[in-house]
């Protein structure tokens, strides 16, 4: 598999999962970077590192309840 030195990832999927995904990403208001990021740092990282786009205003309400 080639590795390039730049931040893009690029892989091939069969049309209609690609179509589901997308359909779900768009029901769930989310695009393909947002998830794909997310599902990534939580492989890499666990439940240690708080994803780029999560909102720490939201994490703060959480907390207070």
């Known amino acids: 598999m080639a590795r390039g030195k730049s931040g893009r990832v690029v892989l091939e999927i069969d049309p209609e999962l690609k ?15 947002e998830w794909f990021i997310r599902e990534a740092e939580e492989l890499v ?12 205003e939201n994490n703060r309400a959480d907390q207070d309840k």
């Open 19 to 33: 179509r589901q995904l997308y359909a779900t990403l768009e029901t769930n208001q989310q695009t393909m970077k």
């Open 45 to 56: 990282y666990g439940e240690k590192q708080p994803s780029l786009f999560d909102n720490p």
